[in-house]
């Protein structure tokens, strides 16, 4: 990486602490450097700062028009607060529990992007002028890692005009592309609050059923990516009983750590990075940031990397599996949206179906519970203003529990007969003569 340096690189232990004590800053100390009309850029997932958050918030008065680009809000924060807009206006990036509201309601605005192409976007179109993230403490060389968030904010690290980094003594070290040196910095602030985490819920009958019928088309020697929710770790629980099975994923979850402590994943059979589980972040609970910690089966990489489909699609039986909201009868596949109302986002969903789709002997599924509060998420077409995540010329496999509907090669008649057979029993009769209408059928 070319960072800019802003310091002495040494090795000498006096030197490294010298240089770490001089950086070092209370939290109200270092926020001192945001500036109305910042952008600001906080760490993707367990990498945020709350800490800084706080004291940003704390200087209110003092400031406005501040741009927050943050992806996957973990927390509630005070500058995601209603009354805050005229001071910070929070940019979505992908949209959480923390920020969904506020997003639906307008407050918020939103960042289309490939979550492959968040780097680019940043560096070539947002002026960064504060990047706050949590990393691992300091090594004997001087380096800290980026931990369980390496994703954009490696990139945004080059770009940034003041960097200021959180020591946290639970974010685990990571290897690969994930490390920034102590001359790198421009203030330093302690912490030691836990990272938040994302236990799993538990599985229903509809997602235990949908894992299975999924696993089927899995076969051994397969690299696997798994989103995150119920259906990705139902997925991850039907691959127990599988061999040599590798990781290359844009986020590692819990579920990937007992494939390995199970036998299934071993990274041995993989046509990159061969013995290595790849990713750009792992979300989950305290289990897999302990697993991951200073582990070097794992390798992160910044996102432009993970999820770039060309490279996804080097990797031979390269599998991805990721949910979405509703299908129409073509294919299309609304992952981000419930009709015009803002849910989650794009994230890296299509960076894995067209990846997968590359892959030789390569799969991607997209799947889905049949019915929600009784009605189909199989539709003959989407309501006015649903945004379209995964086209129809992407969609490979759509699943449901009641079966999966292999779309690739099929015309648009094809294509909705095998829908509507996955589809819940009940609507079934409803979607045919829809169809029928639509000159589907």
């Known amino acids: 990486m070319a960072w800019h340096n802003r310091g002495i690189v040494s090795s000498s232990p006096d030197v490294l602490k010298d240089q770490y004590n001089r950086r070092r800053v209370s939290p109200q100390e270092a926020v001192q450097c945001i500036q109305s009309g910042n952008d600001v850029v906080v760490g993707f997932g367990v990498s945020e700062t709350p800490i800084l958050l706080d004291a940003m918030v704390d200087r209110k008065e003092e400031l406005k028009d501040v741009r927050i680009h943050q992806m996957i809000p973990m927390r509630p924060a005070k500058y995601l607060e209603p009354g805050m807009e005229k001071h910070f206006t929070h940019v979505s990036w992908f949209t959480s529990g923390a920020s969904r509201h506020g997003v639906q309601s307008g407050r918020f605005d939103i960042m289309p992007?490939?979550?492959?192409?968040?780097?680019?976007?940043?560096?070539?179109?947002?002026?960064?002028?504060?990047?706050?993230?949590?990393?691992?403490?300091?090594?004997?060389?001087?380096?800290?890692?980026?931990?369980?968030?390496?994703?954009?904010?490696?990139?945004?690290?080059?770009?940034?005009?003041?960097?200021?980094?959180?020591?946290?003594?639970?974010?685990?070290?990571?290897?690969?592309n994930t490390f920034i040196h102590?001359?790198?910095?421009?203030?330093?602030?302690?912490?030691?609050?836990?990272?938040?985490?994302?236990?799993?819920?538990?599985?229903?009958?509809?997602?235990?059923?949908?894992?299975?019928?999924?696993?089927?088309?899995?076969?051994?020697?397969?690299?696997?990516?798994?989103?995150?929710?119920?259906i990705p770790n139902a997925v991850a629980k039907a691959l127990l009983h599988k061999n040599h099975l590798g990781i290359h994923s844009e986020i590692l979850t819990d579920g990937m750590v007992d494939l390995i402590e199970s036998g299934a994943v071993t990274n041995n059979a993989k046509s990159i990075h061969r013995g290595k589980a790849l990713s750009c972040a792992a979300l989950g609970t305290k289990k897999l940031y302990d697993f991951i910690n200073d582990n070097p089966m794992f390798e992160f990489h910044p996102v432009s990397y993970t999820n770039n489909p060309n490279i996804i699609?080097?990797?031979?039986?390269?599998?991805?599996?990721?949910?979405?909201?509703?299908v129409d009868l073509l294919g299309q596949c609304a992952s981000e949206t419930i009709g015009p109302i803002q849910y989650s986002g794009t994230g890296g969903q299509v960076d894995f179906v067209r990846g997968a789709?590359?892959?030789?002997?390569?799969?991607?599924?997209?799947?889905?519970?049949?019915?929600?509060?009784?009605?189909?998420?199989?539709?003959?077409?989407?309501?006015?203003?649903?945004?379209?995540?995964?086209?129809?010329?992407?969609?490979?496999?759509?699943?449901?529990?009641?079966?999966?509907?292999?779309?690739?090669?099929?015309?648009?008649?094809?294509?909705?007969?095998?829908l509507i057979n996955v589809a819940h029993p009940e609507h079934r009769d409803e979607l045919r003569e829809s169809a029928k209408k639509m000159g589907l059928l």
Not at 386 to 400: A, L, M, R
């Open 182 to 230: 102590v001359t790198q910095a421009d203030f330093l602030v302690e912490d030691d609050a836990s990272l938040p985490e994302i236990p799993a819920k538990e599985l229903s009958r509809e997602d235990i059923a949908i894992g299975q019928y999924v696993a089927e088309h899995i076969g051994d020697g397969s690299t696997i990516q798994l989103g995150i929710g119920k």
């Open 313 to 326: 699609g080097k990797n031979i039986k390269m599998v991805s599996i990721n949910a979405t909201v509703e």
């Open 113 to 176: 992007n490939y979550f492959s192409l968040s780097p680019r976007l940043f560096a070539d179109y947002i002026e960064v002028d504060v990047l706050m993230a949590t990393v691992s403490p300091m090594d004997r060389y001087g380096f800290f890692s980026f931990g369980a968030s390496v994703d954009y904010t490696t990139t945004v690290a080059e770009k940034a005009k003041k960097i200021i980094l959180v020591v946290n003594p639970n974010m685990p070290r990571t290897h690969g």
């Open 357 to 418: 789709v590359q892959s030789p002997e390569g799969k991607a599924f997209i799947v889905l519970h049949s019915t929600v509060k009784g009605k189909s998420k199989i539709v003959p077409m989407f309501r006015e203003g649903t945004v379209i995540t995964t086209s129809k010329n992407d969609v490979d496999y759509i699943v449901t529990e009641y079966g999966a509907a292999h779309l690739s090669g099929k015309t648009f008649k094809q294509r909705a007969e095998a």
